[in-house]
């Protein structure tokens, strides 16, 4: 099992950045694709970026594809996402989680998410 923790968040101005961590316990780590994911106040859970378990393929969710980066380090058996350019609209609690069956684009796919960190950005 690979049990999440992130960290990270924070409030930032809009047109800012912010770098998130998800530190994940479990031998399994590097096994695994792992996403990220968040939910905004009063909204469904959404898929924000996902990367393959040796970092050789990332994928994006349309509203942060060229702002957002995935990476990986499994000899830290830690996952970073890059948020640059921030906006508003990218307010939200965000999640990191390993990946099981099931399109990599649904928030669905992924389980065991970790307890959060808040990002708040600032107009």
């Known amino acids: 099992q690979v049990q999440p923790v992130e960290s990270g968040g924070g409030l930032v101005q809009a047109g800012g950045s912010l770098r998130l961590s998800c530190a994940a316990s479990?031998?399994?780590?590097?096994?695994?694709?792992m996403g990220w994911l968040r939910q905004a106040p009063g909204k469904e859970r959404e898929f924000v970026a996902a990367?393959?378990?040796?970092?050789?393929?990332?994928y994006y969710a349309d509203s942060v594809k060229g702002r957002f980066t995935i990476s990986r380090d499994n000899a830290k058996n830690t996952v970073y996402l890059k948020m640059n350019i921030l906006k508003p609209e990218d307010t939200a609690v965000y999640y990191c989680?390993?990946?099981?069956?099931?399109?990599?684009?649904?928030?669905?796919?992924?389980?065991?998410w970790g307890q959060g960190t808040q990002v708040t950005v600032s107009s």
């Open positions: 989680a390993p990946k099981g069956g099931g399109s990599y684009y649904r928030h669905s796919s992924y389980r065991n």
């Open positions: 479990g031998r399994t780590f590097s096994s695994y694709t």
């Open positions: 990367i393959t378990s040796y970092g050789d393929s990332t």
